[in-house]
Nanobody
């Protein structure tokens, strides 16, 4: 059974850095994309960064140049390196993986439970 567990969140001052990790357990047939989303109180969940099977990446304009998404296929882990953090980055960050858990299945999306990132001014 596929599970995603995020870690690395916490409280940090503006200008600081954090690295989020998302560890996947369970087998997976084909992963189309790995992504990080975030949701602040009272706001919609938004895409922060994503990486496709080809290695191509995409970032929200608000984090471009500050955040980096990467993957370690051997360890079934995706990372989000966050530098130069700003108070507006405060949110719950969620890991997302999209693809096929089995060769015969349709595409599914999986979500972690989230990790809190709080940036103080």
């Amino acid at each position: 059974q596929v599970q995603l567990v995020e870690s690395g969140g916490g409280l940090v001052q503006a200008g600081g850095s954090l690295r989020l990790s998302c560890a996947r357990s369970g087998s997976f047939y084909r992963i189309n994309s790995r992504a990080w989303y975030r949701q602040a109180p009272g706001k919609q969940r938004e895409l922060v960064a994503e990486i496709f099977s080809s290695g191509r990446t995409n970032y929200a304009d608000s984090v471009k140049g500050r955040f980096t998404i990467s993957r370690d296929n051997d360890r079934n882990t995706v990372y989000l390196q966050m530098n130069s953090l700003k108070p507006e980055d405060t949110a719950v960050y969620y890991c997302n993986i999209a693809g096929k858990p089995n060769s015969w299945s349709t595409n599914y999306t999986y979500w972690g439970r989230g990790t809190q990132v709080t940036v103080s001014s």
